[in-house]
């Protein structure tokens, strides 16, 4: 006997099974395994050692253990039994049989030493029960793992009435939900009904508007025209009229113009939100279009200490544009700016890039406040406290 085994055994009949399944049962028990892992050692051997039995053969069984294991192997006299093995195999962690060797192993606690001669010497004292007590001890295996399956059914039973509670609980939240859900969807679609009803009330609104606006300039701008050419005649030399009432035709000329600058970005402005203003691209001179552009916007800063600079430097000989548009978004650009510059400077600059022309227009005068940048674009919009006149048309046009 070597220094890891602890006993032998010949197993030659049915009290020798018994030994072999209780030898089994106590070394287990004495190498600290569990007692469900006790009791499949103790039949795994039991079924060798009575398959080996029933075919009239004799094993030679020696009980042992390595490091991690506990280590039983079973030598008979003849072939090894194949319902035995079949057994044991689904009982213990490695069964091997080389010719009539048979090796089977179960994993032990590791950090678990135990005291072998004690452990000899408990097996060496064990002497083979009858039949009838292995057969209880059996008996008592036997209704200890019915405790455990009827524990382990309780357990069962437990969670899954948990479950169906659980459940019952996920179906009410569930419910819950889809109620609410199912009125927000009603909420969103009355909601996206009434913005429907909202928007086609607002783009009527705005095809009333840009009609009344069209409608407006349109008949406004023919009366207006005849002023200004009457106005020019009775300014004309010879008209018999002393310097106050030219002083006084002068106004009414001044004012005259404006209203008809008036009237003419407001029919532009409702052309260009009904869609109806057509852009006609052509070649364009573009040092002749700030030429003529210099000429009129000049006369605006007359009355001021503002100079107005509309350079042409480096620009290009044409460009691909609507002339009249881009001359009447200019010119709205620059009289805004005089409008706003006390005194200094009014500048037109062109940028050229190779896939585009920049034109920039910058001024000296009071400039537009960081939180104002996006509403100075809203018709009718102008700066809160900065009283210049006009309409506030000029770069919702432009």
Not at 284 to 308: C, F, I, N, Q, Y
Not at 377 to 395: C, D, H, I, S
Request: overall charge negative; glycine content about 8%; hydrophobic content about 40%.
């Amino acid at each position: 006997m070597t220094d890891d085994e602890f006993a032998h055994l010949h197993v030659r009949d049915l009290p020798g099974v018994f030994a072999a399944r209780r030898l089994g049962r106590e070394l287990a028990a004495g190498l600290a395994l569990e007692q469900q892992d006790q009791v499949r050692v103790a039949t795994a051997l039991s079924e060798i050692c009575r398959s080996t039995v029933t075919a009239g053969q004799t094993a030679v069984i020696a009980f042992g253990a390595d490091q991690a294991s506990l280590v039983v192997t079973v030598t008979v006299d003849g072939e090894p039994p194949k319902d035995g093995m079949v057994a044991a195999t689904r009982l213990m962690d490695t069964v091997q049989a080389r010719g009539k060797l048979i090796r089977m192993t179960k994993r032990r606690p590791p950090h678990i030493a135990p005291d072998k001669r004690v452990l000899r010497e408990q097996l060496a004292a064990l002497v083979p029960e009858s039949s009838l007590e292995e057969l209880r001890r059996q008996n008592q295996d036997l209704i200890a793992a019915l405790d455990d399956v009827t524990q382990q059914k309780e357990q069962l039973l437990l969670l899954n009435a948990e479950l169906q509670e659980t459940n019952r609980g996920v179906m009410a939240l569930y419910s819950e939900l889809s109620d609410e859900l199912e009125q927000t969807n009603r909420g969103v679609v009355a909601l996206y009904r009434e913005l429907d009803e909202k928007s086609e009330e607002l783009r009527l609104a705005s095809e009333s508007k840009n009609r009344f606006w069209a409608n407006v300039s349109h008949e406004l701008r023919t009366p207006l025209n005849s002023i200004l050419g009457l106005t020019r005649l009775l300014a004309e030399p010879g008209g018999g009229l002393g310097p106050e009432q030219l002083y006084q035709v002068g106004l009414i000329r001044n004012s005259t113009g404006t209203l008809l600058t008036l009237v003419n970005d407001l029919l532009d402005v409702a052309k260009a939100e009904s869609g109806q203003l057509v852009i006609e691209p052509a070649e364009v001179s573009l040092p002749a279009l700030l030429a003529a552009l210099r000429g009129l916007v000049r006369p605006m800063a007359e009355d001021k200490p503002v100079t107005v600079v509309v350079s042409a430097d480096g620009v290009p000989a044409t460009i691909l544009t609507d002339e009249m548009a881009l001359t009447a978004i200019l010119r709205n650009l620059l009289s805004n700016a005089i409008k706003y510059t006390d005194s200094g400077e009014v500048r037109l600059s062109v940028g050229t890039f190779p896939d585009r022309v920049e034109i920039q227009v910058s001024d000296t005068g009071t400039g537009i406040p960081a939180g104002q940048l996006e509403r100075v674009f809203e018709e009718f919009y102008q700066v809160p406290g900065a009283k210049r006149g006009g309409t506030g048309l000029g770069l919702p046009y432009a």
